[in-house]
C-alpha cells in the first residue's frame, strides 16, 4: 500500500462548536492504481486531499505514505516526506507567467540539490511523457487550457513522486481535452507506478479507473472492486 487514509477525523473551528469536514474516513490506494473520489462541493474531497498530502493535520486517525506514518514526523520530515514522495496536481494550474515549460518543472525540483543539467534532462523527459516536447521553451500565455494542465501533471511528476493527488484536473476544460487528460493520468499511473487519488465531478470517465468513492457530509465509502468490474 502506497497511501493509506485510516480512520481520519478533521474538525474546523465553526462559531461556538467545531464543524466535521472528515469523519472516521478511510481510503487504500495501492501503487500502480487509480481511485476516483465522487461527491458534492462542501462534501469533504478537498479536505481529504488535504490531509492525504500532510498539509493539514487531522484530529485523528493515521496517514500513512509510502509506509512512512505521517502523525511520527516532525514537520520538517513531512515538508521532505511531500517533496519526495507527494505529487499534488491543482485545480488551476497556476503556472508562473515568466517561466517556460521546462522552467516550471525545473523550479519545482530545485531543492532537490540535484545537478542543473539533470534537472532539464528530466523536465524535458516528462513534457515528451505528457505529449509537450515541442512547447518547453512555451510561456504559459502561448499554451491552450489543455496544456497548460498537461504542465501541471508534468510538474506533479518530476520528483518522481509515489503518490499522485489530482483535484478536478478537467474542471476547465472541455469534454475532448478533460479526455486527453484522464488518458493520460490513467497511463502515468500505470507506467511509473503511482497512487493517484483523483477528485472529480465528471461521471463520463468512472470506466478508465480502477476503484471509485464516495462522500457525502464528510463521510467516505469505497467500493471495494475495481470500477470496471462492476
Do not use: C, W
Not at 478511510?26 to 486531499?49: E, I, N, Q, R, Y
Not at 505529449?131 to 520528483?159: C, E, T, Y
Amino acid at each position: 500500500m502506497t497511501l493509506l487514509v485510516h480512520d481520519v477525523t478533521l474538525t474546523y473551528p465553526d462559531g461556538d462548536g467545531r464543524l466535521t469536514a472528515l469523519d472516521a474516513v478511510t481510503l487504500d490506494a495501492p501503487a500502480g492504481t487509480l481511485t476516483a473520489v465522487m461527491g458534492p462541493s462542501g462534501s469533504g474531497k478537498s479536505s481529504l486531499l488535504a490531509v492525504a498530502a500532510t498539509l493539514v493535520t487531522p484530529d485523528a486517525g493515521r496517514v500513512v505514505v509510502a509506509g512512512r506514518d505521517t502523525a511520527r514526523l516532525s514537520a520538517a520530515e513531512k515538508s521532505a516526506l511531500r517533496r519526495e514522495e507527494i505529487g499534488i496536481v491543482f485545480q488551476q494550474p497556476n503556472l508562473l507567467a515568466s517561466l517556460t515549460a521546462a522552467e516550471q518543472l525545473q523550479v519545482m525540483a530545485h531543492l532537490s540539490g540535484r545537478p542543473a543539467a539533470r534537472l532539464r534532462r528530466r523536465a524535458l523527459e516528462l513534457l515528451d511523457a505528457v505529449g509537450l516536447a515541442d512547447k518547453a521553451g512555451k510561456r504559459p500565455h502561448q499554451l491552450s487550457g489543455g496544456q497548460r494542465q498537461r504542465v501541471n501533471i508534468a510538474r506533479a511528476l518530476m520528483n518522481e513522486p509515489s503518490v499522485l493527488l489530482v483535484d478536478e484536473p478537467t474542471s476547465a476544460l472541455d469534454h475532448e481535452r478533460g479526455a486527453a487528460v484522464l488518458d493520460l493520468l490513467v497511463n502515468l499511473t500505470r507506467e511509473r507506478s503511482t497512487a493517484t487519488v483523483l477528485v472529480t465531478h465528471d461521471h463520463a470517465h468512472l470506466d478508465r479507473m480502477d476503484r471509485t468513492a464516495t462522500m457525502a457530509d464528510g463521510r467516505l465509502t469505497q467500493s471495494p472492486e475495481p470500477a470496471a468490474a462492476r
